[in-house]
């Protein structure tokens, strides 16, 4: 066999396998792609470093219907499978057998109820963001993708206790019109239009709880004016944004 023929035989290999995986995903049903979202969201976050074995959470919501998808309690995220998320309605209610659903899902019933636009929630306990927020210490607009993304500075909430619908009341109050908090003494919860959108907010939550940590040792931060700020609302609007709107009269 030449080489030309090598390189037409490992083509016709790579071609019938992508075409295995393509009707394999087609046959799934909408809520099996819906857990594979969810381990995929969830196991990006742990290479990330944003969460360790056991903590943090990732939730999707399923379409117009009042249920989520979230990954199970003490999640071993290296190893997660989608047949150990768990799948509830807005009443707490499982609607699956097997693992037990996260501590947290009454904050992701929360602002999903509160913000109907809202596709995914995710929580972390990534280490320069769960720093600021034992010394609770907001995170001004340092820099303009900030705004853009999660539209405006990532304030901490009051303390909240963990696992009830209290933390998820803070959390609400905090976020007011925008993506991310950080939860007093506690990390990170970030909301996105999608999954994507969500892991991108978390990330940059840490990358930008980063670089204020370190401006900080060698100076005084300089802060985005908000005069400076207006000509991203719109951008921030139109792609990002989440918070429920009034319509106008």
Not at 4 to 19: P, Q, R
Not at 76 to 88: A, D, P, R
Not at 162 to 189: F, M, P, S, W, Y
Not at 206 to 224: D, H, R
Request: aromatic residues 8%; positive net charge.
């Amino acid at each position: 066999m030449n080489v030309f023929k090598k390189l037409d035989y490992f083509e016709f290999l790579n071609t019938v396998f992508n075409s295995v995986i393509i009707i394999k995903f087609m046959s799934l049903t909408r809520e099996d792609k819906l857990r594979i979202e969810v381990v995929e969201g969830a196991k990006t976050i742990f290479i990330k470093g944003l969460v360790e074995a056991g903590e943090g959470n990732v939730s999707i919501r399923n379409g117009k219907k009042e249920e989520l998808f979230i990954t199970p309690s003490f999640n071993q995220y290296s190893t997660l499978m989608k047949n150990e998320i768990v799948h509830m309605n807005f009443d707490g209610i499982p609607l699956s057998a097997g693992k037990l659903p996260s501590t947290e899902t009454k904050m992701h019933i929360a602002i999903y109820n509160s913000r109907p636009k809202v596709q995914s929630v995710i929580h972390t306990h990534s280490p320069y963001a769960t720093m600021l927020s034992i010394v609770q210490k907001n995170i001004p607009v340092i820099m303009e993708e900030m705004f853009i993304f999660l539209g405006g500075s990532i304030d901490v909430s009051n303390f909240g206790k963990a696992h009830t619908e209290e933390i998820g009341q803070v959390a609400l109050d905090t976020l007011d019109r925008k993506n991310a908090a950080l939860l007093a003494n506690h990390g990170v919860i970030v909301c996105g239009k999608s999954m994507d959108h969500a892991v991108k907010f978390a990330e940059l939550v840490e990358k930008l709880a980063k670089i204020y940590w370190g401006t900080l040792q060698v100076g005084e931060p300089k802060i985005i004016s908000k005069l400076h700020l207006e000509r991203f609302q719109k951008l921030h609007d139109s792609l990002f944004a989440n918070y429920p709107r009034r319509k106008k009269k």
